[in-house]
């Protein structure tokens, strides 16, 4: 049975840092990622590693994001710095195999001013 499971959000002033984690288990993936959605707001991609084993980050975190994998874990992590409140939202790790993604349930982080 896939189980993806975040943790790490929290509360953080402005400028902050926190960092996600994201732990896969029940199969081998062949991408893992990170998306989040703000209130009132669709889910959108973040970051995340392609199948080619690159990343790719969103604009708007460019620069201050930086995700990293622990395939010996199937774990990824993201490291954001220099958080801004409009990086407020629910985080959510998406783990695939065979094509199809897997969710968890999300960690949530705000950002205040």
């Known amino acids: 049975q896939v189980q993806v499971v975040e943790s790490g959000g929290g509360l953080v002033q402005a400028g902050g840092s926190l960092r996600l984690s994201c732990a896969a288990s029940?199969?081998?993936?062949?991408?893992m990622g990170w998306h989040r959605q703000a209130p009132g707001k669709q889910r959108e991609l973040v970051a995340r590693?392609?199948?080619?084993?690159?990343?790719y980050y969103a604009d708007s975190v460019k620069g201050r994001f930086t995700i990293s994998r622990d395939n010996a874990k199937n774990t990824a992590y993201l490291q954001m710095n220099s958080l801004k409140p409009e990086d407020t939202a629910v985080y959510y790790c998406?783990?695939?195999?065979?094509?199809?993604?897997?969710w968890g349930k999300g960690t949530l982080v705000t950002v205040s001013t």
């Open positions: 998406a783990a695939t195999v065979l094509g199809r993604d897997y």
């Open positions: 029940g199969s081998i993936f062949s991408r």
């Open positions: 590693f392609t199948s080619g084993g690159e990343t």
